[in-house]
């Protein structure tokens, strides 16, 4: 199992637990794997321990002494103490229901541990999340993420769509490419469309698109994902659900926002293999059916691309 990142420092798990045998309870399980554990009992001391030394994990009690593990998690992220890639764990004092799961992930936690531990599950966990935010950390290192939303910027997304086209090459299997971009609702708001709005897609895309798919930023405003195993039909719903995340994430804060509709377009092939194209012209096709939802504002929002479109980036 992997519990290194590639400067060979050990894992670290942030344990954020009123409960002194809860802690301990948790370094036995941890420590013998590699992982190197902090320990921490209150939602002041795990700031402090973050701004430290950023973990890489974190497993919080729902409630502490001082706040709500959900309202650390929040706080952790709003400062920009943990990355967008760190998984969080909360903790109930119970087995988990159906509705402390719903709970979690609705908080933006990763997963929901009750009580007692599987330790089995816990390992389980950490050994599929970790990885995963540190390849991210290394993706950022490298010059594959946008800053500004967490996705894949040009460059990324284009190295990830060509291992997602590789991979449905040798499986004959479905590919597709949506882009989705807002449109402010009118000329005075074009300025403020700009950080605050690209921010909150790129989370709602995050949290709303499969693991499996490649999610980058093109531009200033649009945004495409890249589904393997999905083909024209399977790509306007994925593009539906996207666009439902997008403007679910928008209410949560509207009064901070502008206004802005959303325009998408979309290319789909059933067998990447024999469809005589590689992955720039499929994300040029999308683009070209976006340029046409853009063109006639009284249209369909979500357009998909026609033979008779004009395949180009302008």
């Known amino acids: 199992m992997r519990t290194k990142a590639a ?18 309870s948790l370094e036995s399980i941890l420590a013998p794997r590699g992982y190197a554990v902090h320990k921490t009992y209150t939602s002041a001391q795990a700031v402090k321990q973050a701004q430290i030394e950023p973990p890489d994990a ?11 593990g959900v309202a650390l998690c929040e706080l952790l992220r709003a400062r920009g103490l943990v990355t967008p890639s760190t998984p969080v764990l909360l903790s109930v004092a119970r087995p988990p229901t159906r509705r ?6 609705n908080a933006r936690a990763w997963a929901c541990l009750g009580d007692p531990i599987d330790s089995d599950e816990l390992l389980a966990l950490l050994a599929t999340f970790v990885p995963a935010k540190l390849d991210a950390e290394q993706a950022r290192t490298d010059g594959l993420v946008d800053e500004v939303t967490g996705v894949y910027n040009v460059r990324g997304l284009t190295r990830r769509a060509h291992e997602l086209a590789a991979a ?38 995050r949290s709303a698109a499969r693991q499996s798919d490649a999610i980058g930023r093109l531009g200033p405003g649009a945004f495409a994902v890249v589904a393997v195993d999905t083909d024209a039909m399977q790509a306007r719903h994925l593009a539906e659900r996207l666009a439902a995340a997008i403007l679910a994430e928008s209410d949560r804060q509207p009064e901070a926002l502008p206004r802005f509709r959303l325009r998408a ?50």
């Open 100 to 105: 402390d799961r719903l709970a979690a992930l």
């Open 168 to 205: 449905a090459s040798r499986r004959h299997a479905a590919l597709a490419c949506v882009l989705i971009a807002p449109d402010p609702a009118d000329e005075a708001e074009t300025a403020a469309l700009q950080e605050g709005v690209v921010r909150r897609i790129g989370a709602a895309l």
């Open 265 to 314: 377009g979309l290319h789909g092939v059933s067998d990447f293999r024999t469809a005589s194209i590689d992955t720039v012209e499929l994300m040029l096709r999308a683009t070209s059916a976006l340029e046409r939802a853009r063109a006639n504002p009284a249209g369909a929002w979500l357009q998909e691309f026609e033979a008779g479109d004009s395949v180009s980036l302008s």
């Open 58 to 68: 974190i497993i919080v009690d729902e409630e502490l002494p001082d706040g709500t």
């Open 7 to 24: 400067s060979a420092r050990p894992v670290v798990v942030l344990i954020v637990s009123k409960q002194e045998w809860t802690s301990r």
